[in-house]
Structure formats: C-alpha cells, structure tokens
C-alpha cells in the first residue's frame, strides 16, 4: 500500500518561495502519476501540478505556470512542487496524490477522481 507524506508549508509573503516535498512509501509503478492539488477554505479541491512517473511528463494549471515546478528524485521517491513569486490567492491546503495506472500513458490527469492515495495535506499560507 503506497503512502504519501507530505511536508513543508507554512506562512510566506507575497512574492517568497517555498518547497512542499511529498514523501512516497511503498512501490511506485513506471507509470503512475503524482499531483499536487490544492484547496481554499470554501473551495473545491483544484488540480496544481502533475508529474507522469516514467516519462517525467508535467502538466501545471494555467495559473501557476513559470511559478511553481514540480520535480521527482527517483532515488528517494520524492516529489517535490517548488512555489515561486507566491500570490495570497496561492494561500491553501496543498495535498499530494498519486493515480496508479497498469498501463502505458503519459498524461497527466488534472482532476481528482483518478487520484487513488491522498497524502494528509500541508498549509501553505501567502500573506504580508
């Protein structure tokens, strides 16, 4: 059974960095995909960032694009989602997820019904 340990987070002003780093136990499959979504008090759960294991294929959303970079290190079974220029509407509840998948493809899904492990959340608060 795959786990996901998340850590990282806290409080940052705009226009600061910061690192969530999602811990994975268990096996990962080549083809499996790891995400980062986040959720607002009051808001649906959206997809941040994704990352195909096996082909390293990464999908952002439109917002966070040439801000944030997610990134694995193979070796650790590690994630990592690296939040730069950090606006207040950044300000939320980050989780990892991983999607497992038997089969060969690459796509990143950006919704979170085919996310089966949920990783147990992380604060990330952006505000001066």
């Known amino acids: 059974q795959v786990q996901l340990v998340q850590s990282g987070g806290g409080l940052v002003e705009p226009g600061g960095s910061l690192t969530l780093t999602c811990a994975i136990s268990g096996t990962i499959y080549s083809n499996d995909v790891i995400g980062w979504f986040r959720q607002a008090p009051g808001k649906e759960r959206e997809f941040v960032a994704g990352?195909?294991?096996?082909?390293?294929?990464?999908q952002y959303k439109d917002s966070v694009k040439g801000r944030f970079t997610i990134s694995r290190v193979n070796a650790e079974n590690t994630v990592y989602l690296q939040m730069n220029s950090l606006k207040p509407e950044d300000t939320a509840v980050y989780y990892c997820a991983a999607e497992r998948r038997n089969y060969h493809n690459t796509r990143v899904s950006s919704t979170t019904g085919p996310y089966d492990i949920w990783g147990q959340g992380t604060q990330v608060t952006v505000s001066s």
């Open positions: 990352i195909h294991w096996r082909s390293n294929n990464k």
